[in-house]
């Protein structure tokens, strides 16, 4: 395979490099094994298990791509790195253990049909609740290589999904009680985590309004102190 990177970008607290090329992979009638939902709206990363063909995909761009940084590592950023140090802290596109892959789901650029049919975003969610129990759904999906993170913890490749095309049958899906309840076990566990984040989001904006306050209350007269103190208070409230 044909790759090369371009050089890294700093964006706030990690680096990411692009390739030259885009590169598009089609995964073929995919099994989802759960959805998560992003922060703030942004989408959800859709976890799919891939076949052997996908792995053997994934497992040459990952190949290639550390090779890349390895080679350019002294170069693109200063620090004493080892070649080893570098491959310990690549994550790999794929979990070999259970063979799935995490893909990005942008609401706003994705282009969903069903049976040939644009649907929404909205529209393909209540699909992927619907296609473990009421119909048999065939989903392909094309998804595209958005580029190299690097953190100080970790390289991971980031896939995002550029158009989903599903077609539906009325034939009975073949999914057990046990792969659907497992499938909505993971769902309700995602959301918990997203629904804690939430609370302690909440639980933030009450302190720091409390202390706002405080601190507005302790002011002895109008000043322009005072006035911005209640600037802040608006700032968190509206």
Sequence with gaps: MDMTYTRPVFKNKYYVCFTEKPIVHCLYDIKINKITRLQND?????????????????????????????????????????????????????????????????????????????????????????MSYIKTYTVNMDIQHIGMYIYASQTVIKWSVKCINIYSSEEPASESKKDIEEFWKHMIADYDKTLEAKIQQIEDTRKQLQQAYESLHSEPKITKSWEQKIKVIKKIIF
Excluded: A
């Excluded at 761009?61 to 950023?77: A, E, R, V």
């Excluded at 200063?78 to 794929?94: A, M």
């Excluded at 040939?116 to 529209?123: E, F, G, P, R, T």
């Design 42 to 130: 942004r989408g959800h990363v859709i976890t799919v298990y891939v076949n052997n063909d996908d792995q053997m995909f994934f497992d040459e761009i990952d190949t290639i791509s550390m090779q890349i940084l390895k080679s350019n590592n002294k170069t693109w950023f200063d620090n004493d790195l080892t070649t080893d140090q570098i491959s310990e802290l690549y994550v790999p596109s794929s979990c070999s253990q259970n063979n799935t892959v995490n893909i990005i789901l942008p609401p706003n650029t994705l282009k969903i049909h069903l049976d040939n049919k644009l649907i929404s975003y909205h529209d393909f969610m209540q699909i992927i609740s619907d």
